[in-house]
């Protein structure tokens, strides 16, 4: 039997990654590019050489992967990935790959959000890569949010309304689920499935597990929520990132304009700053 061995060329190209050229963005699709490329821009300079840059996942975090693929300078960082996902795209630009093994104290962290408060505190897991996305932004010396300007929120819930997305081990589902309604009546809890022409079940993680998407509308006290959640045996993570990010890009939708939230220190304490 005649074996042919595939090309790394060919492997790269037998992934289907999505069409980034700027002349076919929808609008929603150039707000994220304008977020993620002022940011890797501004955040991200050739003194970071030897730096080691963490990369987050879902569809804004491709377009900082092109942008940071353009800029030559930046080829000499090591880049570690908070998926499967990006774990290919870094491969597939030809990018140096690390791993949080081999990295504990990572430079900068650049990463999407699905809604992000006038705290910068942020809901993510919208495509179910939050453990790992937190695993590394902890490890990070700067935590960075990119997004189009339609994550921007007063309170957390109000925008994203898919719910709380929550990383639980299966053999937890029924009890983690049964606690959360216990805790919280009005919540509404449902296991993300799968698209059936996909796969049939659940959508399960790039670490085995399953995803929860907890509804519980506006949330008043986003640590507090985090912390109970957390606490439930079974669950591995709650995508609320609170106190995290020093800094979010929101992309504009209507003209080119990214405003940058970021916070300045202030007292004890910080405030947020918008531009
Ligand atoms: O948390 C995430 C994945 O788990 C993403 O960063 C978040 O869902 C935003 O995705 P996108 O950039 O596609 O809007």
Redesign the pocket.
Known sequence: MLLIRPSSSLLRHAIAFRSLATHSLSKAERG?QLAAYRAVDEMLDSSLEKGIIGL??????EHAIERIHQRKDLHSVVYVPT?FQTKRLILHYNLRLGNIDQYTSVDLTI????EVDANLNAI???????FQ?RLVAQASKKFVL???ER?KSDKLGSKYLRGI?IEIVPMALQTVLFNIQNMWENATVRLRMATPTDKAGPVVTDNGNLILDCQMGPIDDPVNVYRDIKLLTGVVDV?LFCNMAEVAYFGGLEDEKVDIWYKQKSGKGSTVVRS
């Open positions: 994220k987050g996942s879902g569809s804004t975090i998926s990463d999407g959000a699905d993510k897991g919208g495509g179910a890569c939050l996305e990119i997004a189009d994550k997305p995508g």
